[in-house]
Structures are given as structure tokens and as C-alpha cells.
């Protein structure tokens, strides 16, 4: 069973730093592209950030680049979504995605992601 799991939201100042983790299970990293998804309140879902399964292709929302980074590591089976100089529009529940796909990701298309976690809120807020 494909199973992903975020964690590390919750809240932060403006111009601070979070870091939030996706662990999975079910599958193997180096088969799956993986991609970072927020929602704020009343608002779509966005694409934040996704790197491909060999992490040899990163693609970023222009509202955050320079700010965000992805990491992963294989042995902990974990992706990590670090956040930098946060702003109050980068608020809302963020969710994590796996794609099946090694060479490609997109942060416009969610729709083609297989496999969802249950997202974690992040607050930026004084």
C-alpha cells in the first residue's frame, strides 16, 4: 500500500524557516517524482515545488524560488519541502505527491500525481 505522510507544519513568523517532511512507505523513491502542493483557504491548490525521481530536475513555482528547496533522503524514505523567508501568502495546508514518473515533474499538474499524504498546515503569522 502507497502511503505518504507529512509532517513538520505549524506556526511561524514572517521571514522565518520550516521544514516539513514527507515519509513514505509502499515504494521506492527512485521510481516516483515527487511534488509539493499548498491550499490556503478559499483558494486552488497550487504547485510548489517537484523534483523528479533522480532528483536530476527541480521545477519551482515563481513565488518561491530562491526561497524553497527539496531534498531527499533514500534512507529514511523522506522528502523534505525546505521553506525560507516565509511570507503570509505561503500559509495554508501543504501536501505532498508522489508521480509516477523518473524523468519529469510539473508543479501546474497536479491532476497527474498518483498517489496524495493528508497535508500538514503551515501558519505565517506574527
Known amino acids: 500500500q502507497l502511503r505518504l505522510v507529512e509532517s513538520g507544519g505549524g506556526l511561524v513568523q514572517p521571514g522565518g524557516s520550516l521544514r516539513l517532511s514527507c515519509t513514505v512507505s509502499?515504494?521506492?523513491?527512485?521510481?516516483?517524482?515527487i511534488g509539493w502542493f499548498r491550499q490556503a483557504p478559499g483558494k486552488e491548490r497550487e504547485g510548489v515545488i517537484c523534483t523528479t525521481a533522480r532528483e536530476s530536475v527541480t521545477n519551482y513555482a515563481d513565488s518561491v524560488k530562491g526561497r524553497f528547496a527539496m531534498s531527499r533522503d533514500k534512507t529514511e524514505n523522506t522528502v523534505y519541502l525546505e521553506m525560507g523567508s516565509l511570507k503570509p501568502e505561503d500559509a495554508g495546508v501543504y501536501y505532498c505527491?508522489?508521480?509516477?514518473?523518473?524523468?519529469?515533474?510539473?508543479?501546474?499538474?497536479?491532476?497527474?500525481?498518483?498517489?496524495w499524504g493528508q497535508g500538514t498546515q503551515v501558519t505565517v503569522s506574527s
Open positions: 505527491a508522489a508521480l509516477s514518473a523518473r524523468y519529469w515533474c510539473s508543479t501546474s499538474e497536479a491532476r497527474r500525481y498518483n498517489y
Open positions: 509502499g515504494f521506492t523513491l527512485d521510481d516516483y517524482s
